[in-house]
Nanobody, 114 residues
């Protein structure tokens, strides 16, 4: 299984970005897709998760601003990030968990700065 994340970039505070992650390989019908982020010098933290059934979980810091979604037919999931703030600056990793195995993408950089 390989994950390919895209969509990062440099934006100003208050702007939006949409991250995408495409999975290839043997993808099972039941899985959890998600996003984590890691800023320099800190641990990698959960941003959002979405199950096959569409149940979602968000970090408190992004609730109401970020939205995770998925297109299971395409094995692709997204992170819509609105009202971005400088503290959202980090390397964003997409993740896939299925049958007790976890997979990580290569990370895409999001920088929020004026």
């Amino acid at each position: 299984v390989q994950l390919q994340a895209s969509g990062g970039g440099l934006v100003q505070p208050g702007e939006s970005l949409r991250l995408s992650c495409a999975a290839s390989g043997r993808i099972f019908g039941t899985n959890i897709m998600g996003w984590y982020r890691q800023a320099p010098g800190v641990q990698r933290d959960l941003v959002a998760l979405i199950t096959t059934a569409g149940n979602t979980q968000y970090a408190d810091s992004v609730k109401g601003r970020f939205t995770i979604s998925r297109d299971s037919a395409k094995n692709t999931w997204y992170l819509q990030m609105d009202s971005l703030q400088p503290e959202d600056t980090a390397l964003y990793y997409c993740t896939l968990r299925q049958r007790d195995f976890g997979y990580w993408g290569q990370g895409t950089q999001v920088t929020v700065s004026s």
